[in-house]
Nanobody, 112 residues
Framework: QVQLVESGGGLVQPGGSLRLSCAAS????????MGWFRQAPGKQRELVGT???????NYADSVKGRFTISRDNAKNTVYLQMTSLKIEDTAVYYC??????WGQGTQVTVSS
């Protein structure tokens, strides 16, 4: 019933950009803090950033200034705009709603 459907992952060169989308259903979207996490091979899942129901954002230091989280409550969708991508950004990226529900993950590979 609760679904988080992600899209936008793929292969990109260092310095490039990608926008990830996460469309939610089965939740009261506007009331949920939404977030993005990522997990690289052999590493812990780590916070990328969050956006609250009141539109406050926070970011991991590693992505601050390069990534932007936004939400469109009318579309029940949260976005992760990634710019100036680095090789170390390579990971599976996960969308979460309220830290209770999770998307399937989408692969982002930054490689030359």
């Amino acid at each position: 019933q609760v679904q988080l459907v992600e899209s936008g992952g793929g292969l990109v060169q260092p310095g490039g950009s990608l926008r990830l989308s996460c469309a939610a259903s089965g939740i009261i979207f506007s009331r949920n803090t939404m977030g993005w996490f990522r997990q690289a091979p052999g590493k812990q899942r780590e916070l990328v950033g969050t956006i609250t129901s009141s539109d406050n954002t926070n970011y991991a230091d590693s992505v601050k200034g390069r990534f932007t989280i936004s939400r469109d409550n009318a579309k029940n969708t949260v976005y992760l705009q990634m710019t100036s991508l680095k090789i170390e950004d390579t990971a599976v990226y996960y969308c979460t709603a309220g830290f209770r529900f999770w998307g399937q993950g989408t692969q982002v590979t930054v490689s030359s």
